[in-house]
T-cell receptor, first 113, second 117 residues
Framework: GENVEQHPSTLSVQEGDSAVIKCTYS??????FPWYKQELGKGPQLIID?????GEKKDQRIAVTLNKTAKHFSLHITETQPEDSAVYFC????????????FGQGTRLTINP | DAGITQSPRHKVTETGTPVTLRCHQT?????MYWYRQDPGHGLRLIHY???????DKGEVSDGYSVSRSKTEDFLLTLESATSSQTSVYFC????????????????FGPGTRLTVL
């Protein structure tokens, strides 16, 4: 089955700097890669996703890149703000995965003022 | 916010007792999921449902059962709770939208914190 590894587990950056979180997946049949943000005491919420036929996608300060050959994808947050502090999860879905996602272990991002 | 509620939100129980967690949605979405969240493990799928009375196992299904008798409700049962099942449990829902090519967002509920003593 699919396996997703996420690094780093914790990340601390200064407000205004950029943050990068990386994930690798094992199954080349995966075709959909969402990123979720989880604030304290809440359920995860989708912030951006990318399909396997696209190499990069941007939404304001957030971008995701995908390298299918290397089987890794990354989340980039620019001009970080205190409200970006949260736990971030990457995930991957197999083409025949019946709408199932496999999640990475999560990254706790802290933005220091 | 997607219309997903989970009950109870917090529960403390003793080893060996049965526990049922409920997920209720008002979105009429086809897919429903139960995950558990533990430090260092992210979110792991326990069971999921792809329609009324249609369920299947996820990666950590041992010790858990589910039922879905109505579109809006998905129940997770721990037949005999163990301390290793202490966790935060999340329900999620997802629609099957052909025009999006099956790339459908999962919406998560607020979670249930379960402690098994």
């Amino acid at each position: 089955g699919e396996n997703v590894e996420q690094h780093p587990s914790t990340l601390s950056v200064q407000e205004g700097d950029s943050a990068v979180i990386k994930c690798t997946y094992s199954d080349s049949a995966s075709n959909y890669f969402p990123w979720y943000k989880q604030e304290l005491g809440k359920g995860p919420q989708l912030i951006i996703d990318i399909r396997s036929n696209v190499g990069e996608k941007k939404d304001q300060r957030i971008a995701v890149t995908l390298n299918k050959t290397a089987k890794h994808f990354s989340l980039h947050i620019t001009e970080t703000q205190p409200e970006d502090s949260a736990v971030y999860f990457c995930a991957a879905r197999l083409i025949q995965g019946a709408q199932k996602l496999v999640f990475g272990q999560g990254t706790r991002l802290t933005i220091n003022p | 916010d997607a219309g997903i509620t989970q009950s109870p939100r917090h529960k403390v129980t003793e080893t060996g007792t049965p526990v049922t967690l409920r997920c209720h949605q008002t979105e009429n979405h086809r897919y429903m999921y139960w995950y558990r969240q533990d430090p260092g493990h992210g979110l792991r799928l326990i069971h999921y449902s792809y329609g009324v009375k249609d369920t299947d196992k996820g990666e950590v299904s041992d010790g858990y059962s589910v039922s879905r008798s109505k579109t809006e409700d998905f129940l997770l049962t721990l037949e005999s709770a163990t301390s290793s099942q202490t966790s935060v449990y999340f329900c999620a829902i997802s629609a099957l939208e052909l025009h999006r090519g099956y790339y459908n967002e999962q919406f998560f509920g607020p979670g249930t914190r379960l402690t098994v003593l």
